[in-house]
């Protein structure tokens, strides 16, 4: 089941999204935004790693996906290659994997709304959280 925004909103304000900026909740969603990195220019064919502002807590019984939003598919900005998934029991900063497929530059600020998170329910909580390799992620983690 994929929550909706008022449940997203009461978990966020429980600490499962921080910082949590209630203007940034959507209907079955929530926006984040690009982390505090110097802005950059992503050239056509070009790539890069970048994260979310927002840290995500999330509990056993709660899985998430990352999706991009309409108006960067409309530039043709891949948000995420495969890794769009976050598992429940993961905690930390989301890293993003960007591919530019269109024709023209995309600048890419610090504080602009990127992705969106949907949460949803799982029918119990996982009997092994997770806690792999990018548990606790600060910020862009490459590859380990």
Not at 14 to 26: C, D, N, R, T, Y
Not at 44 to 68: F, H, Q
Not at 99 to 106: A, C, K, M, P
Request: glycine share 10%.
């Amino acid at each position: 089941m994929i929550l909706p925004d008022h449940a997203i909103s009461r978990l966020a304000r429980a600490g499962m999204i921080e910082p949590f900026e209630p203007s940034l909740v959507q209907p079955a969603s929530i926006d984040v935004r690009l982390a505090n990195e110097a802005p950059w220019i992503l050239g056509p064919g070009d790539t890069a790693l970048g994260s979310t502002i927002e840290k995500v807590r999330l509990p056993a019984d709660i899985c998430a996906r990352v999706e991009g939003k309409s108006s960067w598919g409309r530039k043709y900005l891949l948000i995420h290659c495969t890794a769009g998934f976050i598992d429940p029991g993961f905690e930390g900063n989301v890293t993003l994997e960007f591919v530019n497929l269109g024709r023209q530059d995309i600048v890419m600020m610090p504080g602009m709304p990127i992705a969106q998170i949907c949460f949803m329910q799982m029918t119990s909580a996982a009997a092994t959280p997770y806690e792999g390799k990018y548990q606790h992620s600060v910020g862009t983690v490459a590859a380990r």
